[in-house]
């Protein structure tokens, strides 16, 4: 058993993840997305801080040097306001089902990025995996059409929000490479992406003189606080820690792979809790994607 902990941790990640958008979604269906992501960047850095402190010593890294705050700030920036906006309110309109399986193209989007900006190369199987990746997901996208239900306004506007969730976390991904060369710590990237991002962000909400009502939303809803929490502690507490020690102890191939179910593990959740039907093509589909994505790491 011991021999396979690492591979365990990336598939407890992925149910992790799976819960984090869940969570997220029940609270932006109750206060509003834009109150999600501002209050959940709060949370986040409070609760990577205290990661930082028992692990790294130091509530926050300011040892670090000028230009990899300057990198991964970026890259929170990219990734977590702008990226993260997008994806929920693609959770408040499609759900976390077809959200997170939008999400899966991030890693498709980088390499394709990484290829011609930074001239990284592709294989011919990665290239086989982006397109299977694609494939997939037109599937499970088109397979609403073969119910006898027209395409709705919120529905299409979810799916091109969940594209630019995938486009700003691709985008973040690049940015944040540069700042974590030479072995710098990834918990202390993380924490600078967060801290970044809560700052921009909630900079931005005060100048719209907005911060008192993301607060009165939640007020007005008790619900949405526990799952607001409730998602933060299941993603970067306990999902991050998770991924890292995952990719401390297996492949990095297996253990990306592994970490990319989230929207096979949404399959059910969605069934049961936000009553969603879909059909055997919806189910095909994610697994074509997730055999694209596992092809793309792992060639």
Same mark, same amino acid.
């Given at each position: 058993? &011991? ?15 799976? !819960? ?39 509530? !926050?890294?300011?040892?670090? +040097? @000028? ?16 990226? +993260? ?65 027209? @395409?709705?306004? +919120? ?7 969940? !594209? ?16 974590? &060369? ?45 799952? !607001? ?12 820690? *998770? ?18 179910? @989230? ?34 790491? *792992?060639?």
């Amino acid at each position: 058993m &011991s021999a396979y902990l690492g591979e365990i941790a990336a598939l407890m990640t992925s149910l992790a993840f799976s !819960l984090t958008s869940t969570m997220f979604t029940l609270a932006g269906r109750r206060v509003g997305s834009t109150t999600v992501n501002r209050i959940r960047l709060i949370l986040a850095v409070l609760l990577l801080s205290l990661i930082h402190w028992i692990w790294l010593g130091s509530l !926050l890294p300011l040892k670090a +040097d @000028p230009q990899r705050w300057l990198w991964l700030g970026l890259s929170g920036i990219v990734g977590l306001v702008l990226g +993260d906006a997008f994806l929920f309110q693609a959770f408040v309109w499609i759900g976390p089902r077809l959200s997170m399986l939008m999400m899966s193209l991030a890693p498709v989007i980088a390499s394709l990025v990484a290829w011609i900006f930074l001239g990284e190369t592709l294989t011919l199987g990665q290239i086989g995996g982006i397109a299977l990746t694609l494939s997939g997901i037109a599937w499970v996208v088109l397979e609403r059409g073969s119910n006898r239900q027209s @395409p709705n306004r +919120d529905y299409l506007r979810g799916i091109l929000f969940g !594209l630019g969730g995938a486009t700003g976390q691709a985008l973040g991904l690049v940015l944040a490479k540069n700042g974590l &060369s030479g072995g710098f710590s990834p918990i202390s990237a993380n924490l600078i992406r967060m801290l970044t991002a809560a700052t921009t962000l909630w900079a931005i909400t005060i100048f719209q003189r907005q911060a008192r009502s993301a607060f009165v939303h939640l007020n007005a809803n008790h619900r949405a606080i526990w799952f !607001l929490m409730a998602g933060t502690v299941t993603g970067p507490l306990i999902g991050v820690s *998770l991924s890292l020690f995952a990719v401390q102890q297996s492949a990095v191939g297996v253990a990306s792979t592994l970490m990319a179910l @989230p929207p096979v593990f949404l399959l059910p959740i969605s069934y049961i809790v936000f009553k969603e039907r879909f059909g055997w093509g919806a189910v095909a589909g994610t697994f074509v994607a997730m055999a694209g994505v596992a092809l793309l790491f *792992l060639v």
